[in-house]
């Protein structure tokens, strides 16, 4: 009896020879072998397709599904498949934060060091500033400032009114406003809401575009910028004392003046320097935006001047605009960037861009 045993690694069964004819060979033993070999092979393609999904999925790239925020028509850049979303422009925020971890490492390694007594209390003070500093602007530029959703109308009429009218009114505490109407989003934008240029959203109570870090300052990450402002002023004040103190000891020691200084510690000079200016531009910051703070007041309006003339509908009074901005909790993200696109929606985002 003559067999030839077929290679599992063909692509179709049906195309092996699964032996010659043979009258010594019965019919039941044939079709036994093609039934054992036809499992084989289903077995094999079902083990590569789990393989295939399994790299796609820890690839990132699940053809089957497509995300919001991979066909998003703004300007972001999302990491973790939509879980943060940061600014287009990433200069900012690597600016600031190397300015932060040098400003640090400076002061522990030249400055921490040379002071009397408590240094190392003094530099594991500064690197716990450090780190807060640093969080806050993770936090801050991490997450979604207030975008609002785009809608998939196609002109002013589809959008709610008869008349083309570009902008509606509403009265809010007995203050009448417009609601403007956004061509690229093709909304009517809420109140204390713009449209950014730079990130190219419309932004629920829009502040400023910060160059700083690169991102939008609104509704849901204004508290994590003053946090981080203060947290920064906080911590220049305290590396910029204790350079003054470092240089203030070697002068009574040494008794250098200027340019001996420069000779020897250039870097502490440099960072005294950077903390002065630094202080000075963050110190106006807070000052202003503790002031926007009392009022209920975006930055934005403050420089439209948008209640010239008229109350300010959104003032409660200063307790109560603090504690808003306190201890009221943030509204969730009105854009789920990780949810599944449907077909509509994909087409006229694709359409969009």
Known sequence: MELMVPNIFLSDPSEQEIGRE?????????????????????????????LEQLVQYFRGSNLERTRVYQVWPGKNVFFFRGSLICGPDPRGLVLTTVSIILSS???????GGDLPSHSTLIIASSVIL????LVNLIM???????????????????AGTSDGTKSRKITVNGVDLKLKYCRICKIYRPPRSCHCAICDNCVEKYDHHSPLVGQCIALRNYRFFLAFVVSALVFLVYIFAFSCWRIHQRILRNGTGLFGLLKNCPETVALI????????????????????????????????????GSKNPFDKGILNNIKEFLFVALPPSRVDFRAEVTPRWSSVAASVV
């Not at 450090?130 to 500093?133: E, R």
């Open 22 to 50: 043979n009258p010594e060979v019965s019919e039941k033993g044939g079709n036994i072998m093609v039934t054992m070999w036809e499992k084989l092979f289903t077995f094999k393609r079902v083990v590569k397709d789990q």
């Open 105 to 111: 490492w400076i002061f522990a390694v030249y400055v």
């Open 130 to 133: 450090t780190i807060i500093v």
């Open 140 to 158: 801050l530029t991490v997450i979604d400032p207030g975008i609002i959703p785009r809608n998939d109308q196609s002109s002013i009429e589809d």
């Open 273 to 308: 320097l950077f903390g002065a200016i630094s202080i000075g531009f963050l110190g106006g910051l807070v000052l202003f935006h503790v002031y926007l703070t009392t009022k209920n007041q975006t930055a934005y309006e403050n420089f439209r001047q948008s209640y010239v």
